[in-house]
């Protein structure tokens, strides 16, 4: 049966929410930053704990130009780059390192555009989640400018619904969400093991 491009967009968002629902739940409370009385060092952890599970990740999609890597109001983002200037920032001196290598999970080569869309589903997701977290913690934690918190100056919202535009073109069909489904499930997978 043949569904309306809305109820299929509907059915791919829906779909990707309750797949990920437990592991987002999970996640949320076990971040560094989910302490009431989060502190330079909280973000320091939450900063480091991104980039082992970012930098891999941003590796394996730069190649891709489908799905969506190749979409043109989707420009990529040096997420790491923020993250990198966030942990030089003179505001940490004086926390603690963290010397873990990043993640060194071997991801698909071969990923369909739909798994990629997944995996990207809770990378964009995240910079909600960060919108949500700098406006709590940029009073507590100035003269720290929290760049990857703040994604911009707009915020995430606009690049948000330019990637659901998006992922209601790209993913569609059955086969493609469950697969979609899977790519986030994978995305969440990795992170909750580095708490």
């Not at 480091?48 to 590796?59: D, G, I, Q, T, Y």
């Not at 200037?85 to 739909?114: H, Y």
Request: proline share 8%; with cysteine; aromatic share 6%.
């Amino acid at each position: 049966m043949n569904q309306h491009p809305n109820r299929a967009h509907a059915d791919a968002l829906s779909a990707l929410r309750i797949a990920t629902a437990d592991r987002h739940a999970v996640l949320d409370a076990g971040m560094p930053l989910a302490q009431p009385d989060a502190g330079l060092q909280h973000y320091s952890d939450h900063l480091h704990m991104l980039r082992r599970w970012l930098s891999p990740l941003e590796a394996w999609l730069a190649p891709y130009s489908d799905g969506p890597q190749g979409e043109a109001s989707l420009p990529a983002v040096a997420r790491v780059a923020l993250i990198d200037a966030d942990l030089a920032d003179p505001a940490l001196g004086g926390v603690r390192a963290d010397p873990r290598p990043d993640d060194d999970t071997v991801w698909p080569s071969a990923a369909s555009a739909a798994y990629r869309w997944g995996v990207t589903y809770v990378i964009e997701g995240s910079q909600l989640g960060g919108a949500v977290l700098y406006q709590r913690l940029a009073g507590p934690l100035a003269p720290h400018p929290l760049r990857y918190l703040r994604s911009g100056a707009q915020g995430p919202g606009p690049r948000w619904r330019s990637f659901m535009l998006a992922l209601r073109e790209g993913v569609k069909s059955e086969g493609e969400i469950a697969e979609a489904c899977r790519g986030a499930c994978d995305a969440f997978d990795r992170i909750l093991a580095m708490r």
